[in-house]
Structures are given as structure tokens and as C-alpha cells.
């Protein structure tokens, strides 16, 4: 029997896993951003030392997991399961890292959702007692989304006022059964929603219905108030976005004017960085997660946060053949021991 | 009756309410950088086509050499990649030119070089330019026949 489901969506853990220990890579660009100090490790060279971005993405997502686990102060082998993913088609950076680090490996693709994804099942596995230790870990490159969803880089067209920068950066989390840090309290799994949005340069509002739908989800299966959370922060909705998401969850009864926000206006100085609308990617919500977010829980100035990574779940095919732009969210509340 | 809301109307809603989110881009100055870049574009093959003419070439040859010579050029500066950073301040101003044709098929061959020769850079080369080949070459036959019988 479901014991552990709450309304309709929502899973609420007996035994909360704690997040033991986090890390984080990013790009120079993002190394620039004004969450620069949070960060672990800013590569000079978003190459990485590789003979592809592809490759350079794999490689930052391997370190990530390897720093992350040393953050952790486990070892490797303590870890029983991966879950992972990331942009590219059929997550090369994810699987080829899975490859090098020998771990038990579940390859998920939920577009830019995926570190509240590897997040959900992670902590659904430990909390039904199936493992101690996994690692959640995800990560996305500039370089290599851009030739894959878009135009060669020296190809000199103009960005659309509505367009978002794909951040190079990769974040991890190790989860434990036992330890100190931050408990992922409830997860709310969160469905696709398409309200026919086909602009890829407008992916906020391609994914805003499937965050706000998730958010006021989540408040009605766990019963808490808007005001329970100190941030409310979505994965990578951007300007546009993130409007669209804060009208649509107070149109639902849910005022969360106050304390949300979007990893994707955190991450860069949109105006200074000529970003556009804001950051997007796998690597947004989690190096902001595992890096900022993460960091100052760990210092408790900030104690619950509610995480939403948002994905749109478009591919090149589905882009070409006219089709509209599918959202999807997943929300994971994480709250300090204690608070 | 109450209105039915159906997902079509649904849809149209949104697309209404997410139109008038959406920041206007500023026209007037974009048409002003595109104007400019695109002006100084053909101002340069301009000054070479009238070299050309100046030191004994005829007007056909002068065109011909002219262009080859702007190609080289927006390949070249796509390759030390400048040619993107001008694009993305003049927009059409560095696209209509034949130099923002040469960067269209510089670029692709550029950043597909590490999947080989063959299936890389050949292969991807005309991923940009493609189109406008097939459909350029498609309506000159059109036309050509056209001339060939009603003009000629």
C-alpha cells in the first residue's frame, strides 16, 4: 500500500534523506555571474581540456560527481546508485561519465528538469530502503546545446529578446539515509503540460503552465502554507517565464509573490552579461542548487526551500515537425533538520 | 449557455496573454546597425570592384572577382570569429550581403570539423546555406525555361 503518498502527486518520507554534501563545475561565463563565490570549480577553458564540447560536458559532469563525493566524505564505492542525465541526444554526457565512474547507473531525460528528477528517485530509493547513498548529478554546456538545438556558434545571427543563455555548468548531490545536512522532506512529481507554445526562443513560457501546475500541486496535497517556504525557486523560466508562473499560481489561490524566484535570473546578470531573458539548462537549477542554494542552507540563512526544475521537452524532430513545446516540473522540499 | 472552453481556445488564450509578456525589440535601432554594417559591407566591395575596373579588369570579370574576393572575406573574419559578433549586432545588415552567405557555410563546416571530413564538415556544411541553394538554383531553371520560350 502507498503509505507514503499524499494527494494526488506528492510523496512525504518517513525517513527523509539527507543531502550530505554537494559540488559544483560551471563554465567562465557563469564564473562571472554574480554567484560566482558559490561555486566550486569555474573552468577557464569551457573545453576542459577535451577534443569536444560533448566530451568537455562528460568530463565535467565525471568531476562534479567525483568532488561531490569527497564533499561528502564517502567514498565511491559507498555510492549504490547514479541518476543522471543531461541535453544531448540520448544523454551522452551523463552515460559516457557512468562509464568512467563504474556506478549503477539509471539514465533519466527530463530536459532541464532533471536534477529535481534524479533528486525524486533518488530520495524515493532511499526512503524505501533499497540503497544508502546515491548521487544525483546532472549538467548542461553552452557549446554543446547551441549545435545541437540551434545554429553553429560562429554563425552570426541575432538572439531573440526572448531567448535564454544555456548555462555551462553541472551540479551533484550525494544523498544518504544518514548524516548531516539539509532532508528532502516531500517530493511532488509533477505532469506534462503543453498549452501550444511552439517558439523555441520563448521556453519560459513553454514551461510556466508545468511549473505553476506543479507549485499550487504541491501546496494543496501537503496542506502547508506559501508562506512555509523561505524560497520558492524554479529551474530555468527566466524573465518571461517566471511572470507567467508567479499570475498563474496566484490565479489558483496561491500568492508566492514574496519568495520566489528562478535559477535562471539568480545565475547571471542578464543586462551585464547580455543573457537575454535569463539562464536555462540542466546545469542552471542544479549548479544553483548544489552551489548557492546548497551553501547557504548549510549556513541556515536559509532554512526550506521548495526546488522546481522545469524542462521543455522539445527535440529537434518534434521542433521541425511543428509540434508545441511540452513543459514538465518537478517540485522537491528541502528543509533544514530541525526548522 | 456557458462557453465551452475547449483546448483550442485554451491554447489561443495563452498564446494572447504570453504575446503581451514578451519585450518589443527596438526596431528603429536595429534598422539603423543593419543599415550601417550593411552599408559599409557593400561600400568595401564596392572600392574594390572600382580598384578592379581602375587597373584594366572589364565590368563582368571586376563583378566575378569582386564577389570572390567578399567570400574570402566573410570567411575569413567568420573563422577568427568576428563574423558572428557582427551578426548579432547588424542582424540582416550582415546576413543579406555574400559575406553572410559565406558565413553560413564557414560556420557549420567549422563547428562540425571534430565529426570528421566526411560525415562533419561536408556533410554539414550546407546545413544553413542548403535551402537557400536548392530553392536559388530551383526558381533560376524555372525562370530559364520561362525566358527560353515566352521572352526569347
Known amino acids: ?339 | 449557455m456557458k462557453k465551452q472552453i475547449t483546448r483550442v481556445n485554451k491554447e489561443k488564450e495563452y498564446e494572447e496573454y504570453v504575446k503581451n509578456k514578451v519585450p518589443k525589440p527596438n526596431y528603429l535601432l536595429n534598422c539603423l546597425w543593419a543599415f550601417f554594417v550593411g552599408g559599409v559591407i557593400c561600400t568595401i566591395a564596392q572600392f574594390i570592384n572600382n580598384l578592379l575596373k581602375n587597373s584594366g579588369l572589364n565590368k563582368t570579370d571586376a563583378g566575378t572577382v569582386t564577389v570572390i574576393i567578399m567570400i574570402f572575406l566573410g570567411a575569413f573574419l567568420t573563422g577568427l570569429g568576428v563574423y558572428d559578433k557582427l551578426g548579432k549586432k547588424a542582424g540582416a545588415g550582415s546576413i543579406v550581403p555574400i559575406t553572410g552567405f559565406a558565413n553560413s557555410i564557414v560556420s557549420p563546416a567549422m563547428e562540425f570539423k571534430r565529426e570528421g571530413y566526411v560525415l562533419g564538415v561536408a556533410a554539414k556544411m550546407f546545413s544553413v546555406a542548403g535551402p537557400v541553394l536548392v530553392y536559388g538554383f530551383g526558381s533560376s531553371v524555372i525562370i530559364g525555361v520561362l525566358y527560353y520560350f515566352f521572352i526569347r
Open chain 1, 1 to 339: 500500500m502507498a503509505v507514503k503518498k499524499i494527494g494526488t502527486q506528492t510523496v512525504k518520507f518517513n525517513s527523509p534523506p539527507v543531502i550530505i554534501g554537494t559540488s559544483t563545475t560551471v563554465g567562465p561565463k557563469e564564473g562571472e555571474g554574480p554567484l560566482s563565490e558559490y561555486f566550486d570549480i569555474i573552468l577557464k577553458d569551457d573545453l576542459y581540456g577535451e577534443k569536444s564540447w560533448e566530451l568537455a560536458e562528460s568530463k565535467m559532469l565525471r568531476e562534479t560527481v567525483k568532488a561531490a563525493v569527497k564533499a561528502s566524505g564517502k567514498k565511491m564505492s559507498d555510492m549504490e546508485y547514479m541518476f543522471s542525465g543531461d541535453l544531448l541526444n540520448q544523454s551522452m554526457s551523463a552515460s559516457f561519465a557512468a562509464r568512467d565512474l563504474e556506478l549503477p547507473f539509471f539514465g533519466l531525460y527530463g530536459a532541464c528538469s532533471t536534477m529535481t528528477e534524479s533528486l525524486s528517485l533518488g530520495s524515493m530509493i532511499i526512503d524505501g530502503g533499497y540503497a544508502d547513498n546515491i548521487i544525483a548529478v546532472t549538467s548542461s554546456h553552452f557549446s554543446s546545446a547551441e549545435r545541437q538545438f540551434r545554429f553553429p556558434l560562429e554563425h552570426g545571427n541575432q538572439r531573440k529578446l526572448t531567448a535564454q543563455w544555456t548555462v555551462t555548468g553541472s551540479g551533484a548531490a550525494v544523498l544518504s539515509s544518514f548524516g548531516n545536512g539539509p532532508e528532502i522532506r516531500y517530493v511532488t512529481t509533477g505532469k506534462v503540460v503543453d498549452l501550444g507554445i511552439k517558439d523555441a526562443n520563448n521556453m519560459g513560457a513553454a514551461m510556466a503552465p508545468s511549473a505553476a501546475d506543479t507549485i499550487v500541486k504541491h501546496f494543496e496535497d501537503t496542506g502547508l502554507p506559501t508562506d512555509y517556504y523561505d524560497l520558492i525557486v524554479t529551474g530555468d523560466l527566466a524573465q518571461i517565464g517566471k511572470e507567467i508562473a508567479e499570475e498563474m499560481v496566484l490565479d489558483k489561490g496561491y500568492n508566492i509573490l514574496k519568495n520566489y524566484n528562478d535559477c535562471g535570473l539568480l545565475i547571471f546578470d542578464n543586462l551585464a552579461q547580455d543573457t537575454h531573458a535569463g539562464g536555462s539548462g540542466c546545469g542552471c537549477s542544479a549548479s544553483v542548487f548544489c552551489g548557492y542554494i546548497y551553501k547557504e542552507m548549510m549556513k541556515k540563512n536559509i532554512n526550506k526551500v521548495l526546488l522546481i526544475s522545469t524542462g521543455a521537452l522539445l527535440s529537434v524532430t518534434s521542433t521541425q515537425q511543428g509540434q508545441s513545446i511540452p513543459g514538465i516540473a518537478h517540485a522537491v522540499s528541502i528543509v533544514n533538520k530541525g526548522s
